[in-house]
Protein backbone atom coordinates (compact mmCIF):
# COMPACT_ATOMS: atom_id res chain seq x y z
CA UNK A 1 0.00 0.00 0.00
CA UNK A 2 1.18 3.48 -0.51
CA UNK A 3 0.10 6.84 0.99
CA UNK A 4 0.73 10.54 0.50
CA UNK A 5 2.25 12.25 3.06
CA UNK A 6 1.24 15.57 4.09
CA UNK A 7 4.47 16.43 6.35
CA UNK A 8 7.56 14.93 7.01
CA UNK A 9 9.37 15.29 10.04
CA UNK A 10 12.66 16.50 10.30
CA UNK A 11 14.03 13.58 12.38
CA UNK A 12 13.58 12.11 9.23
CA UNK A 13 15.78 14.22 7.29
CA UNK A 14 18.67 12.18 5.96
CA UNK A 15 16.01 9.60 4.68
CA UNK A 16 15.23 12.53 2.29
CA UNK A 17 11.45 10.52 2.17
CA UNK A 18 9.35 11.04 -0.95
CA UNK A 19 5.81 12.47 -0.51
CA UNK A 20 4.58 9.06 -1.68
CA UNK A 21 5.92 6.47 0.69
CA UNK A 22 5.22 2.59 0.88
CA UNK A 23 3.26 1.62 3.87
CA UNK A 24 3.98 -1.61 5.90
CA UNK A 25 1.57 -2.93 8.60
CA UNK A 26 4.24 -5.18 10.03
CA UNK A 27 6.41 -2.45 12.77
CA UNK A 28 9.65 -3.44 14.86
CA UNK A 29 8.99 -0.63 17.49
CA UNK A 30 12.22 0.43 17.86
CA UNK A 31 14.44 3.62 17.93
CA UNK A 32 14.70 5.43 14.85
CA UNK A 33 12.06 3.31 13.29
CA UNK A 34 10.08 5.77 10.66
CA UNK A 35 6.19 5.65 10.85
CA UNK A 36 3.05 7.19 8.90
CA UNK A 37 0.43 8.77 11.33
CA UNK A 38 -2.77 10.26 11.56
CA UNK A 39 -2.53 13.51 13.44
CA UNK A 40 -5.98 13.58 15.81
CA UNK A 41 -5.98 16.61 17.52
CA UNK A 42 -5.61 20.10 16.94
CA UNK A 43 -3.09 22.30 19.26
CA UNK A 44 -3.10 26.06 19.93
CA UNK A 45 0.77 25.90 21.65
CA UNK A 46 3.31 23.52 20.84
CA UNK A 47 1.68 22.95 17.83
CA UNK A 48 4.36 22.99 15.10
CA UNK A 49 6.38 20.68 13.13
CA UNK A 50 10.12 21.27 12.18
CA UNK A 51 10.53 20.38 8.37
CA UNK A 52 13.66 18.73 6.39
CA UNK A 53 14.35 21.75 5.57
CA UNK A 54 14.75 23.92 8.62
CA UNK A 55 10.68 25.38 7.93
CA UNK A 56 8.43 25.29 10.77
CA UNK A 57 4.84 24.64 10.15
CA UNK A 58 1.55 24.25 12.10
CA UNK A 59 0.00 20.59 12.78
CA UNK A 60 -3.56 20.09 11.78
CA UNK A 61 -5.62 17.24 12.55
CA UNK A 62 -6.11 14.74 10.01
CA UNK A 63 -2.15 15.63 8.68
CA UNK A 64 -0.50 12.28 7.34
CA UNK A 65 2.98 12.53 8.62
CA UNK A 66 6.47 10.88 8.85
CA UNK A 67 7.83 10.84 12.38
CA UNK A 68 10.28 8.60 14.05
CA UNK A 69 10.33 6.65 17.30
CA UNK A 70 12.21 7.85 20.30
CA UNK A 71 12.86 8.61 24.01
CA UNK A 72 12.28 11.61 25.49
CA UNK A 73 13.07 13.02 29.05
CA UNK A 74 12.25 17.30 29.00
CA UNK A 75 12.09 19.09 32.28
CA UNK A 76 10.10 21.67 30.25
CA UNK A 77 8.78 19.67 27.55
CA UNK A 78 7.33 16.05 27.78
CA UNK A 79 8.53 12.57 28.70
CA UNK A 80 8.09 10.00 26.17
CA UNK A 81 8.94 6.17 25.80
CA UNK A 82 8.94 4.18 22.51
CA UNK A 83 6.56 1.52 22.98
CA UNK A 84 7.56 -2.30 23.24
CA UNK A 85 4.95 -3.39 20.25
CA UNK A 86 3.19 -1.33 17.83
CA UNK A 87 0.57 -2.38 15.04
CA UNK A 88 -1.80 0.17 12.65
CA UNK A 89 -4.50 1.88 14.70
CA UNK A 90 -2.38 1.85 17.96
CA UNK A 91 -2.34 5.47 19.58
CA UNK A 92 1.17 7.61 19.62
CA UNK A 93 2.08 11.15 21.02
CA UNK A 94 4.61 13.61 18.99
CA UNK A 95 7.19 14.47 21.67
CA UNK A 96 8.93 17.71 19.78
CA UNK A 97 8.94 20.01 17.04
CA UNK A 98 11.42 17.53 14.89
CA UNK A 99 8.91 14.28 15.05
CA UNK A 100 10.31 12.83 17.50
CA UNK A 101 7.21 9.98 18.63
CA UNK A 102 6.41 7.76 21.42
CA UNK A 103 4.14 7.12 23.98
CA UNK A 104 4.28 10.02 26.63
CA UNK A 105 4.55 9.25 29.87
CA UNK A 106 4.60 12.49 31.48
CA UNK A 107 3.65 16.09 30.31
CA UNK A 108 4.97 19.98 31.48
CA UNK A 109 1.56 21.24 30.82
CA UNK A 110 2.68 24.64 32.12
CA UNK A 111 5.21 25.10 29.41
CA UNK A 112 3.70 22.87 26.10
CA UNK A 113 0.38 21.74 27.39
CA UNK A 114 -0.41 18.20 26.18
CA UNK A 115 1.17 16.15 23.65
CA UNK A 116 -0.44 15.88 20.63
CA UNK A 117 -1.90 12.57 20.17
CA UNK A 118 -1.32 10.95 16.21
CA UNK A 119 -2.84 7.31 15.38
CA UNK A 120 -0.35 5.15 13.28
CA UNK A 121 -1.21 4.40 9.88
CA UNK A 122 2.07 1.49 9.33
CA UNK A 123 5.82 1.58 8.80
CA UNK A 124 7.20 3.69 6.04
CA UNK A 125 9.05 0.98 4.34
CA UNK A 126 11.30 0.56 0.98
CA UNK A 127 11.09 -2.64 -0.91
CA UNK A 128 9.16 -4.14 1.40
CA UNK A 129 12.10 -3.34 4.67
CA UNK A 130 10.79 -0.87 7.32
CA UNK A 131 12.98 2.23 7.06
CA UNK A 132 15.04 3.47 9.88
CA UNK A 133 17.06 6.70 10.44
CA UNK A 134 19.77 4.53 11.22
CA UNK A 135 19.83 3.23 8.03
CA UNK A 136 21.04 7.08 6.43
CA UNK A 137 23.68 7.88 8.95
CA UNK A 138 26.31 10.02 7.89
CA UNK A 139 29.13 9.50 10.96
CA UNK A 140 29.02 6.30 12.89
CA UNK A 141 29.72 5.95 16.57
CA UNK A 142 33.50 5.61 17.53
CA UNK A 143 34.80 3.83 20.16
CA UNK A 144 38.26 5.57 20.48
CA UNK A 145 39.33 9.16 19.58
CA UNK A 146 41.30 10.00 16.66
CA UNK A 147 40.77 13.95 16.87
CA UNK A 148 43.62 16.41 18.22
CA UNK A 149 40.87 19.09 17.25
CA UNK A 150 40.51 21.72 20.26
CA UNK A 151 37.09 21.29 21.50
CA UNK A 152 34.97 24.18 22.86
CA UNK A 153 32.44 22.71 25.36
CA UNK A 154 29.22 24.32 25.84
CA UNK A 155 27.02 22.97 28.98
CA UNK A 156 24.56 23.90 31.48
CA UNK A 157 22.07 23.06 34.11
CA UNK A 158 18.70 22.76 32.30
CA UNK A 159 17.02 23.48 29.16
CA UNK A 160 16.50 26.95 27.93
CA UNK A 161 19.77 28.60 30.12
CA UNK A 162 21.75 30.33 26.81
CA UNK A 163 23.67 27.31 25.56
CA UNK A 164 23.17 28.11 21.78
CA UNK A 165 23.28 31.95 22.32
CA UNK A 166 26.41 31.93 23.44
CA UNK A 167 27.58 29.20 20.89
CA UNK A 168 26.28 31.32 18.48
CA UNK A 169 27.82 34.41 19.78
CA UNK A 170 31.05 32.68 19.79
CA UNK A 171 30.71 31.68 16.40
CA UNK A 172 29.91 34.71 14.85
CA UNK A 173 32.95 36.47 16.86
CA UNK A 174 35.34 33.67 15.93
CA UNK A 175 34.42 34.20 11.94
CA UNK A 176 34.99 38.03 12.45
CA UNK A 177 38.15 37.18 13.25
CA UNK A 178 39.17 34.87 10.96
CA UNK A 179 38.65 31.41 12.97
CA UNK A 180 36.97 28.40 11.67
CA UNK A 181 34.66 26.35 13.73
CA UNK A 182 32.64 23.33 13.25
CA UNK A 183 29.75 22.67 15.44
CA UNK A 184 27.80 19.88 17.10
CA UNK A 185 24.81 19.87 19.39
CA UNK A 186 25.04 16.00 20.93
CA UNK A 187 22.74 15.34 23.64
CA UNK A 188 19.01 15.91 23.58
CA UNK A 189 16.16 15.27 20.68
CA UNK A 190 16.05 15.33 17.87
CA UNK A 191 15.96 18.93 15.69
CA UNK A 192 17.61 21.12 13.53
CA UNK A 193 17.00 24.53 14.83
CA UNK A 194 20.05 24.65 17.14
CA UNK A 195 23.05 23.22 14.13
CA UNK A 196 21.08 25.75 11.74
CA UNK A 197 21.09 28.35 13.84
CA UNK A 198 24.86 27.89 14.32
CA UNK A 199 25.85 27.48 10.64
CA UNK A 200 23.89 30.93 10.28
CA UNK A 201 26.27 32.31 12.83
CA UNK A 202 29.81 30.96 10.99
CA UNK A 203 30.14 27.83 11.59
CA UNK A 204 31.90 25.71 8.07
CA UNK A 205 29.59 22.42 9.56
CA UNK A 206 27.88 20.84 11.62
CA UNK A 207 26.03 17.85 12.41
CA UNK A 208 24.11 16.22 15.25
CA UNK A 209 23.82 13.08 16.79
CA UNK A 210 20.17 12.76 13.98
CA UNK A 211 23.63 12.21 11.57
CA UNK A 212 24.78 9.32 13.19
CA UNK A 213 21.05 7.92 13.44
CA UNK A 214 19.42 8.56 17.07
CA UNK A 215 16.62 10.50 17.53
CA UNK A 216 17.59 11.36 21.00
CA UNK A 217 19.91 10.72 23.43
CA UNK A 218 17.77 9.86 26.13
CA UNK A 219 18.53 6.20 27.80
CA UNK A 220 21.67 6.63 25.20
CA UNK A 221 23.82 7.51 27.90
CA UNK A 222 27.49 5.12 26.92
CA UNK A 223 26.18 5.51 23.01
CA UNK A 224 26.11 9.21 23.87
CA UNK A 225 30.13 8.99 23.95
CA UNK A 226 30.57 6.95 21.20
CA UNK A 227 28.14 9.32 19.24
CA UNK A 228 30.40 12.16 20.60
CA UNK A 229 33.45 11.01 19.10
CA UNK A 230 32.12 9.86 15.62
CA UNK A 231 31.21 13.66 15.77
CA UNK A 232 34.65 15.22 16.36
CA UNK A 233 36.12 12.82 13.97
CA UNK A 234 33.71 13.44 11.44
CA UNK A 235 33.97 17.39 11.64
CA UNK A 236 37.36 17.39 11.86
CA UNK A 237 38.05 16.14 8.29
CA UNK A 238 37.48 19.76 7.15
CA UNK A 239 40.29 21.10 9.32
CA UNK A 240 38.69 23.30 11.99
CA UNK A 241 40.64 25.75 14.49
CA UNK A 242 38.13 24.17 16.46
CA UNK A 243 34.51 22.74 17.15
CA UNK A 244 32.19 23.55 19.67
CA UNK A 245 30.67 21.60 21.24
CA UNK A 246 26.54 22.12 23.14
CA UNK A 247 25.18 19.94 24.92
CA UNK A 248 20.85 20.08 25.45
CA UNK A 249 19.23 19.39 28.22
CA UNK A 250 21.52 19.64 31.69
CA UNK A 251 24.44 18.06 33.26
CA UNK A 252 21.77 16.10 35.29
CA UNK A 253 19.42 15.32 33.03
CA UNK A 254 18.95 12.36 31.40
CA UNK A 255 20.61 12.65 28.25
CA UNK A 256 24.50 11.45 28.70
CA UNK A 257 25.88 14.91 29.20
CA UNK A 258 27.67 13.58 32.36
CA UNK A 259 29.07 10.59 30.70
CA UNK A 260 30.32 12.64 27.82
CA UNK A 261 32.37 15.16 30.22
CA UNK A 262 33.69 12.12 32.12
CA UNK A 263 34.94 10.74 29.28
CA UNK A 264 39.20 10.99 29.44
CA UNK A 265 39.27 11.14 25.81
CA UNK A 266 37.48 13.99 25.25
CA UNK A 267 38.48 16.01 28.44
CA UNK A 268 42.07 15.61 26.61
CA UNK A 269 40.41 18.09 23.80
CA UNK A 270 38.75 20.31 25.78
CA UNK A 271 40.42 23.66 25.83
CA UNK A 272 37.43 25.86 27.22
CA UNK A 273 34.13 24.79 29.05
CA UNK A 274 31.38 27.28 29.24
CA UNK A 275 28.43 26.37 31.54
CA UNK A 276 25.08 27.93 31.37
CA UNK A 277 22.81 28.59 34.47
CA UNK A 278 19.57 30.35 35.39
CA UNK A 279 21.04 31.70 38.79
CA UNK A 280 23.68 32.04 41.16
CA UNK A 281 23.00 28.45 42.98
CA UNK A 282 22.89 27.01 39.68
CA UNK A 283 26.25 28.15 38.75
CA UNK A 284 27.54 26.98 41.58
CA UNK A 285 26.56 23.36 41.63
CA UNK A 286 28.07 23.42 38.00
CA UNK A 287 31.14 24.43 38.84
CA UNK A 288 31.47 22.01 41.55
CA UNK A 289 30.59 19.15 39.89
CA UNK A 290 32.49 19.85 36.36
CA UNK A 291 35.64 20.65 38.91
CA UNK A 292 34.91 16.89 40.51
CA UNK A 293 34.39 14.99 37.18
CA UNK A 294 37.92 16.39 35.68
CA UNK A 295 35.93 19.13 32.82
CA UNK A 296 36.33 22.37 34.92
CA UNK A 297 34.18 25.22 33.97
CA UNK A 298 36.54 27.98 32.56
CA UNK A 299 33.41 30.31 32.05
CA UNK A 300 29.94 30.82 32.91
CA UNK A 301 27.19 32.48 31.29
CA UNK A 302 23.48 32.23 30.71
CA UNK A 303 20.60 33.97 32.65
CA UNK A 304 22.96 34.49 35.41
CA UNK A 305 24.93 36.78 34.04
CA UNK A 306 22.51 39.29 32.67
CA UNK A 307 23.00 41.90 35.42
CA UNK A 308 25.95 42.36 37.66
CA UNK A 309 24.29 40.78 40.91
CA UNK A 310 25.11 37.10 39.20
CA UNK A 311 28.26 38.24 37.39
CA UNK A 312 29.45 39.89 40.76
CA UNK A 313 28.47 36.55 42.70
CA UNK A 314 30.36 34.23 40.19
CA UNK A 315 33.55 36.27 40.07
CA UNK A 316 33.76 36.68 44.26
CA UNK A 317 32.44 33.28 45.24
CA UNK A 318 33.27 31.02 42.42
CA UNK A 319 36.60 32.78 41.62
CA UNK A 320 35.53 32.14 37.70
CA UNK A 321 34.79 34.77 34.80
CA UNK A 322 31.13 35.60 34.14
CA UNK A 323 29.86 37.43 30.79
CA UNK A 324 26.93 37.92 29.13
CA UNK A 325 26.90 36.54 25.25
CA UNK A 326 23.81 39.11 24.51
CA UNK A 327 25.13 41.83 25.84
CA UNK A 328 29.11 41.33 26.21
CA UNK A 329 29.39 39.18 23.16
CA UNK A 330 32.99 41.05 21.77
CA UNK A 331 34.11 41.39 25.61
CA UNK A 332 33.43 37.30 25.90
CA UNK A 333 35.11 36.52 23.00
CA UNK A 334 38.32 38.35 23.92
CA UNK A 335 38.25 36.42 26.75
CA UNK A 336 38.67 33.78 25.43
CA UNK A 337 41.03 34.70 22.99
CA UNK A 338 43.48 35.52 25.93
CA UNK A 339 43.03 32.93 27.92
CA UNK A 340 41.48 29.79 25.80
CA UNK A 341 41.95 30.18 22.37
CA UNK A 342 45.79 30.27 22.04
Same mark, same amino acid.
Given at each position: ??????????????????????????? %? +??? @??? #????????? $??? &?? =? !?????????????????????????????????????????????????????????????????????????? %? +??? @??? #????????? $??? &?? =? !????????????????????????????????????????????????????????????????????????????????????????????? &????????????????????????????????????????????????????????????????????????????????????????????????????????
Amino acid at each position: MKITLNKIASVTKNAQLPKKVEISDQI %I +SEE @GAI #LAVEILDDK $KIY &NQ =L !ELPNGRMSTIQKGDIIAVALGNRSALKGFVGIIPETLKPDNIIQILNIGGVSGICTSENLKEVGHAISAKVIGA %I +SKN @GKQ #LNIKDFAIF $KPK &NI =L !ESKTKLIVVSGTCMHVGKTTISCEILKQASKNGLKISATKLAGVACLKDTEKMKDYGAISACSFIDAGLTSTAKNGPLSVKVTKGAIDYLSKE &NPDYIIIEFGDGIFGEYGVMEILKDPEVQKNIICHIGCAHDPMGASKLVEVCQEIGAPVNLVSGPVSDNSVGTTFIKKNLNTPAYNAISQGEELFNHLLESCLK
